[in-house]
């Protein structure tokens, strides 16, 4: 006997046929003899419809409203499911974030959860009773506001219910059967991984692979949380086991290199001849952090002259006209000769923990790239990731090359 | 400066522009120097979507899950008006039932409100801020589960938040400029009343008029609370007073009667040659009651040998066939030659606190009737009102006779 949390995503729950699909999949768990923890998004469409509302009431939202109006949409799916399993004989009661409580910080719309108390559900589960979690939010315990954790919120909700109830595992059913090398819609060949490392795990959802929230996994490598990536599309009966993302020491044949992930939310912003003296990158860079702008991959390169230097960095594709506007603000400051900018740019980034012991991985992907003619316009690497920027129409070739390259492609 | 509760109803919310115009009403009472408590409903559908779910996903639905699931509608509407209110620059936030908090009894579905605290409200006023609470919805404490008051509900919630923050007055936003002398889609004639005393109002939302749901004016005439009933279509800014709903002795120039209300949601059983024997009603009466089955109109006619009588009652319709089933069960106990019914009848009924002083109001009906060839099946009276139960399709006609032998046509 074990005790698991289980988390269906929106598509998983998107209508009545499917939450009563996913009723079968919990009770095959109870019939097992587990404790079950449930954890459930809104319906499919219902958070951008909620969402859309709250935009059209007012551009510039109150965010506590925003979490008020947005966190129904799991308020309804928890009820849906606690009814549809008692209709096959099962015991369950639904829980809203505020009940249990979830504690968060008031940062609402992307609030982090402080602390969980799980004594509630396990006396539910000392009444054989499944708990039906509404996923994505929580409170703010000063103010007794209702606060949502951000989109894919529900993952990071899911992962910290398992480590505040020590469950023995926590299963993410999602409409993909796991983590792949790459997206097969692009690599027919990619392949479904058995196990991903956390730090893995983290890089390719920071890089663009949008199986888990990056928050979900950074929770579930600090917690140790045993977590699976897999289908709720499958037959309830008879399940795959779908990814497990687990510890380093677990995975016993690392490859070097284990998934290819691709972001096209990236911009480019360069300034021409800029005067190469001191603080000239804190004066770029300092305003765009005040606005709360990311910024990624930079580089610098200096002239022939040696007098000037050409910066290019990115930022992410959504904030690509603010950070227009504010560096060409700085125009006198800094002293540049031009502004260019690029949306049509994609990042490929090939990750894998066996990196750390092989020199030369992301220079063996350089040739490659050049190889087949593809321009490399930066590049940033770290222990266990590299990544290179290009332009999107070479997306589909460039991953298909490193997925190649690192043998993703074989069985 | 005053204090006041405003309440809308689902039509009023319908949509964003709907949403938008209410604030607007808002503003006006905000401007006017008022402290201003509001209550919303869910967008009209959206309750009956919600209760369509939960049909789906069990006939037998837990109701303490209907409710998490029904009270996200309102949830919804309050962090909307919220927003919209802000958008034209109204201090305002949203409040939840469980939040404020508004306590009630378990009976889910339909619970009873036992305690509201308004402290945080009038701090809220202090702030110079507006209440959005959402209606319809309150907390168990003991459980600390979510529940709803019921279909019109937020009428409820309404005028009990009105007696707990001790407000001047509570509005009742609807889609209709007041309460008429009756229902202007079948008498042209029916005129806005500008006052009805709270046990007028209560017998006409309990026979049928659908303006007010029947608890909400009881707790109103309990607390005083002088409630408005007027339309949430009016020019926000150049409203209509619409209808007050107050004491007895605030009405100067009393009419005999006050409004015709008539109820379609009435089915009639017949038990013929039933054995005339001390007990025969209790035997019939009893198991019905068990049964929850709501008996109104009883009418017993001993027959010419005085051996046998024939009963005749009524009972909700949608309780019609439960009824018929038991009381085909009881048929070897009580001894009845055979069992007719009927749903193709209605309820008329004439209200008026001026009957208490004024004799033969109803006999003038039921000779009026007759003049028309309309058979009256059954007839009840009580200190203020008087119904008789007539075939469905004389309804139109038994209601203008009515509306004009009482003087309710003239100007």
Known sequence: MARLV???????????????????????????????????????????????????????????????????????TSGLLAIALQEIGISARSWQGWQIPIRTSDAHGSARIESIDGSSLVNGFNRKEVAVIAGFQGIHAESGRLTTLGR?????????????????????????DGVYTTDPRIVPKARRLDRVAFEEMLEMASLGAKVLQVRSVEVAMVHKVKTFVRSSFDDPANPQPGTLICDEEDIVEQQVVTGIAFSKDEAQLTLRSVADKPGVAAAIFVPLADANINVDMIIQVVSNDKKSTDITFTVPAADFERAKVIIEGLRGDIGYESLQGATDVVKISAIGIGMRSHAGVAARAFKALADKGVNIRAITTSEIKFSVLIDAEYTELAVRTLHTLYGLDKP
């Open 6 to 76: 289980m988390k269906f995503g929106g598509t998983s729950v998107a209508n009545l046929d499917r939450i009563r699909n996913v009723a079968q999949h919990v009770k095959r768990e109870v019939e097992a003899g587990h404790d079950v923890a449930v954890v459930v998004s809104a319906m499919s469409g219902k958070t951008n419809e909620l969402v859309a509302w709250c935009t059209d009431a007012s551009k510039l939202y109150d965010k506590r409203e925003y979490d008020a109006v947005v966190a129904s949409g799991e308020q309804v």
């Open 152 to 176: 894919g919120g529900s993952d990071t909700s899911a992962v910290a219910i398992a480590a505040a109830i020590e469950a023995d595992r926590c299963d993410i059913y999602t409409d993909v």
